[in-house]
């Protein structure tokens, strides 16, 4: 059975703002917002197609974001042009802890935690699993931004763990 890795959207894979962005952005996505359609701006962060593609070849590749779905979906129908991501959950998936949006990394895998990991930019959405959390540095516009390139190959060192939290145990001692 293949492994799980499960993204976050915002500020982990990409940058998104209703102003044009400092950068230039990628994309573009139009989006209904109280009555009125808003240009919204996608800055990807460096590194984020062969990241993807590289987690797609041993992974299971989900994205779990607490952004809506009118959004998110348009956002990775662009960013996933190869179909490595095989499920997306959005905000109605997310349960709502003191006023915050969590991820219950369950709904994704069920019981078996040991063979899934979050990557997220705060650790507060994946509070209700922490040891399954892969902290990773917010992107708002650095294009020189690496640290899908360095993950990728920690993600792909996971595979041999048993247990991929151990691995995710092993990183932040280091």
Do not use: W
Not at 75 to 89: A, C, E, F, Y
Not at 91 to 103: A, F, I, L, W
Not at 154 to 170: G, Q
């Amino acid at each position: 059975m293949k492994r799980t890795i499960i993204l976050d959207l915002d500020e982990t894979l990409v940058h998104a703002t209703t102003h044009l962005p400092g950068v230039k952005h990628d994309f573009m996505v139009m989006v209904k917002m109280e009555r009125e359609i808003m240009p919204i701006f996608v800055v990807k962060r460096p590194g984020v197609t062969e990241f993807l593609e590289r987690l797609g070849e041993n992974y299971k590749v989900v994205v779990f974001t607490a952004g809506l779905e009118e959004y998110a979906s348009q956002v990775l129908d662009k960013l996933d042009k190869n179909g490595v991501i095989s499920q997306r959950l959005y905000r109605d998936s997310c349960t709502e802890v003191n006023g915050k949006y969590v991820k219950d990394l369950s709904l994704v895998v069920g019981k078996d935690l040991r063979s899934a990991l979050i990557v997220n930019d705060n650790p507060s959405s994946y509070s209700l699993q922490p040891e399954n959390g892969v902290p990773i540095k917010a992107f708002v516009d650095d294009l020189k931004d690496q640290e899908l390139l360095n993950l990728v190959e920690f993600l792909e060192s996971c595979y041999a763990y048993e247990d991929m939290r151990d691995a995710v145990t092993d990183l932040l001692a280091n």
